[in-house]
């Protein structure tokens, strides 16, 4: 166990990273500060937490409905040792109840079997909570941290059966593990060879045994020639935050999130300066959806590292657009339209409205493909990437021909305004591919025939389907066809085609009125 020891007076309090929870001055503090870059549009108002102290405070995950921390003060441990590269206090683990605020109580010493000789650091935890990944540093080298898994004894109520990760070694350090929701993968920093520079980001798989294996380099879209450090994957496991120096930013360490895709994880987005400073933001961790916790060593902080909490306030960004025929120009509503992430899944589906439009809520800086369906146009595919702001993509759709079968020509349905005989706009298209029939059919005679659904009276649907066969008609006399050729005749609700009458769906009313083109 650590060794009690007086604290000692706090010098340089400015100008320090860490190696994961040693505070040592940065070898390459400067970080590339550019004001032209993405960042999101969300919001955050972060407020320091009443537990921080002068010395360090870092979170790191929860436990049981706790919040995490590891932190080089004494209160509640056995006692602390002191950091030879620092000559502050070694770290030890805490845990700390959450109101519903976010307020943080005093923190408590948590797990004793975890307790070492040196620095503790960052943990986690599989999603059933009954195994831990913890990181401490080497036995002589306080800045070099080792990975471990141990098991709960629930009989014992303690930790057991540490055993090292596989791939730990003397030569470097493995700091931060991040358990995904799932369970299946651990996400890491590491200075190991083979790396981009300073401390990269690494995935590992979780074998049977819960030990993590064949860790993998996350490659040059996360990992520059920086540090990066602190990965956290997203409670839906479709986002994973960190924190770097490497891409362009504030200054410091930024957070940044990346999109988790099946092959890839998309360009980092800095999470913009409401939550970053020019200073160091690290260990962000989300308790709900719109609030959680993140570390830092801003200009306002009592210590080296103070842990804040944070309210998120999303900015909805829109992808809208007008769905349109394309040689004429004219709004197509009751159009389907999708909205499909890189993976080919469905994310959301509407139907245009009456003025063409659509208006989907979207990410940033994301592929999607823009799909449209309707009846007599031929499907529609658009890639779209998403600006980091809100989006305009207009569809336009080819019609397709009229098909003769047998005695009738085929074609979408006639719209008509709601218990009206007048034609709405999009409905002319329609009539414009049995027009284009008529002329290359010189000599072909048709009836048109409309049909009504079951409401209204036997009499009122006679007639009001009446009126709509003889508007088709005029629309194609108006046209140049010879009124001889044409005939227009109303059904009403006697040739029902859904045999329903009453407590009808709106699918079978729709499949009732219509309007048929049959050749004489």
């Known amino acids: ?116 000789k040196g620095n503790e650091g960052g943990l986690a935890f599989s999603p059933d909570e009954k195994t831990v990944y913890y990181t401490k540093s080497a036995e002589g080298n306080s800045k070099n941290y080792q990975l471990y898994k141990s ?58 045994d819960g030990m993590p294996i064949n860790p993998t380099n996350l490659g040059q879209t996360i990992n520059t020639n920086k540090d990066e450090k602190f990965a956290y994957a997203s409670p839906t496991n479709k986002e994973i935050y960190f924190s770097s120096n490497g891409h362009n930013g504030y200054g410091g360490q930024d957070v940044f999130v990346s999109k988790i895709k099946t092959t890839r994880y998309t360009t980092p987005l800095n999470l913009g300066k409401t939550i970053n400073t020019s200073a160091d933001e690290v260990a962000f961790i989300l308790a709900t959806k719109n609030s959680g916790y993140v570390t830092s060593n801003r200009a306002e902080s009592a210590g080296l590292y103070d842990i ?42 509407q139907i245009s409205s009456n003025n063409g439009s659509y208006n989907f809520e979207v990410e940033p800086l994301e592929n999607y493909t823009i799909t449209a369906k309707k009846d007599g146009y031929l499907d529609f595919e658009l ?14 759709l080819n019609q397709t021909k009229a098909e ?25 298209l329609s009539l414009n591919k049995i027009l284009e029939v008529l002329n290359t059919n010189t000599e072909m005679k048709i009836v048109i025939n409309a049909h009504t659904d079951a409401r209204g009276s036997d009499k009122y649907n006679m007639i009001l389907s009446d009126k709509r066969a003889q508007k088709a008609k005029e629309y194609l006399i108006t046209k140049g ?40």
Request: proline share 3%; hydrophobic share 35%.
């Open 481 to 520: 066809i010879n009124p001889d050729r044409l005939e227009a005749k109303g059904y009403g609700e006697t040739k029902l085609l859904s045999n329903c009458k009453t407590n009808c769906s709106e699918a079978q009313f729709d499949a009732d009125r219509r309007v048929e083109f049959v050749i004489r």
């Open 404 to 428: 003769i079968k047998e005695n009738t020509i085929a074609i979408e349905n006639i719209y008509f305004d709601f218990n009206k005989a007048s034609m709405k706009t999009e409905s002319t």
């Open 151 to 208: 098991i709960f004894d629930n009989a014992k109520y303690t930790w057991i059966k540490e055993i090292a990760a596989d791939f730990n070694s003397v030569s470097y350090s493995i700091e931060n593990p991040s358990i995904t929701p799932d369970g299946k993968k651990m996400y890491f920093s590491s200075n190991m060879p083979g790396g981009f520079g300073g401390f990269d980001i690494y995935v590992a798989e979780i074998n049977k």
């Open 383 to 396: 890639p779209v990437i998403t600006a980091n702001g809100n989006s305009t993509a207009n569809i336009e």
């Open 1 to 116: 166990m650590k060794n009690s020891i007086l604290l000692v007076t706090l010098l340089l309090l400015s100008n320090i990273i860490f190696a994961q929870d040693s505070f040592i001055k940065s070898e390459d503090s400067e970080t590339s500060t550019i004001s032209n870059f993405d960042e999101a549009k969300d919001l955050y108002t972060v407020v320091a937490t009443a537990i921080n102290t002068k010395l360090s405070d870092v979170g790191s995950t929860f436990f049981m409905g706790k919040y995490i921390m590891y932190s080089s003060r004494k209160t509640g441990a056995i006692g602390a040792g002191r950091d030879e590269n620092t000559n502050n206090p070694y770290n030890g683990l805490y845990c700390l109840n959450m109101d519903r605020t976010g307020n943080l109580s005093k923190p408590s010493f948590f797990a004793y079997a975890l307790d070492s």
């Open 308 to 349: 804040y909490h944070f309210e998120l306030q999303k900015n909805t960004l829109t992808l809208k657009g007008l769905v349109t025929e394309k040689q004429s120009k004219i709004v197509l509503p009751n159009t389907k339209i999708s909205l499909i992430d890189e993976d080919g899944k469905e994310v959301a589906t």
